[in-house]
C-alpha cells in the first residue's frame, strides 16, 4: 500500500508538471482524481455516471439508465451522406437535454429557467461537405438558435483545446465535438483526455463522428447512427395520412456499452414533445430497392421485340496507295 501511494503521488506530480509545460492553467488535479479512483481495485466507474434518459424503455436499458451527462460519448456515420442522420440525432440529444433543464429548473424555482446553450465544435473538412446548422432547422428540431453556439476552428489542435477549456468553463450544456473520418492526431489518449475533463466538470461531450471508422477510444457508449424511413403523418383520430412525411426517424445500432449483447433500434424524433419514440419493424417502411413495390410475378419478356439492329453503311474495299 505504501508503494502504491509513492507511486500515485509521483504520477500526479509528473501530470502537474507536464500541465505546468504545455501552458494550461486547467484543473487537471480532479480530473486526474477521477481517473485515480476508478483504477482502484473493487471500483466501477460506472456507478457514478449521471445519464440523460432517452425515453425509451429499451435502449435505456442497454445504456444502463441513458446518455451520460458526465462523460464522453460518441456518435457516428458510416459515410458523410448519412451526416444529416448522425447530426440531427446528437441534436435532438441535446434538445431533449434542454428541455429536461429547463422543466426542472421551473418546477425548482417556480418560474421560467434560464438553461446554458449549447456549443457546436464544426470540422471544416466535414462542413464543405454536409453544411452547417441551419438556424430554422434548428427551431423546427427543436433547438432555440438564440441558445446554439457555433465554432469551426481551422484546425484540429485548436478543436480539442477549445472542447477542454469548454468543459473546463462549465458554461455549456452539452459539447458537441465533429470530426472528420479518423484523423491521425485524434486517438485514444486524446479521447481519455477529453473523457476526464468531461468527467470532472459533469459536462456531457458528444463526439459527433462524421464518416468514420471503429477505433478504440474512451467514450462510455459509442452509436452508430443511419438515415431510417420515416412514417406517414398521424392525425388526430390515430390514423396515418397516406403520401405524407412524418417525424424524422434514425436507425441505432449500439456498438460500445458495458453489455456485450448487440442492439439495434429505429426511433423517430417529436422535436415538439422532445421526445423519441421506437418504431416497430412491422411500422418500418422499407427502404427503395429492399423489395419490390409489387408482389406480383414479372411480367414476361414482349414477344413482338425488333430485330437487332442492322449494320450501318456498306463495306467497300479500297486499294492501299503505292
Known amino acids: 500500500m505504501a508503494e502504491a501511494a509513492v507511486a500515485r503521488d509521483t504520477l500526479f506530480a509528473l501530470r502537474e508538471t507536464i500541465a505546468r509545460l504545455e501552458g494550461r492553467p486547467i484543473p487537471a488535479l480532479a480530473a486526474v482524481a477521477h481517473e485515480v479512483l476508478a483504477a482502484e481495485p473493487g471500483a466501477d ?5 449521471q445519464s440523460l434518459a432517452t425515453g425509451v424503455a429499451d435502449l435505456d436499458e442497454a445504456m444502463q439508465g441513458g446518455v451520460p451527462l458526465n462523460g464522453l460519448t460518441e456518435i457516428r456515420s458510416l459515410a458523410l451522406r448519412d451526416a444529416g442522420a448522425a447530426s440531427g440525432f446528437t441534436l435532438a440529444l441535446a434538445a431533449r437535454l434542454r428541455a429536461l433543464a429547463v422543466q426542472a429548473g421551473g418546477q425548482a424555482a417556480g418560474k421560467s429557467a434560464t438553461v446554458s446553450p449549447v456549443l457546436w465544435i464544426g470540422d471544416t473538412v466535414a462542413a464543405m461537405e454536409a453544411g452547417l446548422p441551419y438556424a430554422i432547422g434548428l427551431r423546427d428540431f427543436g ?7 457555433q465554432a469551426l476552428p481551422r484546425k484540429l489542435e485548436e478543436a480539442l ?5 469548454a468543459l473546463a468553463s462549465a458554461a455549456f450544456a452539452v459539447v458537441i465535438l465533429e470530426v472528420r473520418g479518423n484523423p491521425a492526431r485524434f ?6 483526455r477529453l473523457a476526464l475533463r468531461a468527467k470532472a466538470a459533469g459536462r456531457p461531450l458528444f463526439l459527433l463522428r462524421q464518416a468514420g471508422e471503429e477505433e478504440a477510444s474512451s467514450a462510455l457508449f ?3 447512427v443511419e438515415p431510417a424511413p420515416a412514417l406517414a403523418r398521424p392525425l388526430p383520430d390515430g390514423s396515418l395520412l397516406g403520401g405524407s412525411i412524418g417525424h424524422p426517424a434514425f436507425r441505432l445500432t449500439l456498438e460500445k456499452s458495458r453489455n456485450p449483447a448487440p442492439f439495434s433500434i429505429t426511433l423517430e424524433w417529436n422535436a415538439h414533445d422532445r421526445q423519441f419514440a421506437p418504431v416497430l419493424d412491422a411500422q418500418r417502411p422499407a427502404f427503395p430497392g429492399e423489395y419490390a413495390a409489387h408482389s406480383g410475378a414479372d411480367l414476361s419478356a414482349s414477344a413482338d421485340r425488333p ?6 453503311g456498306s463495306v467497300v474495299a479500297f486499294g492501299r496507295p503505292a
Not at 45 to 49: E, T
Open 222 to 224: 459509442r452509436l452508430l
Open 307 to 312: 430485330d437487332r439492329p442492322q449494320a450501318m
Open 187 to 192: 486517438g485514444l489518449t486524446e479521447s481519455r
Open 45 to 49: 466507474p460506472a456507478d457514478d455516471v
Open 143 to 149: 433547438l432555440e438558435p438564440a441558445g446554439f453556439l
Open 161 to 165: 483545446w477549445l472542447a477542454e477549456v
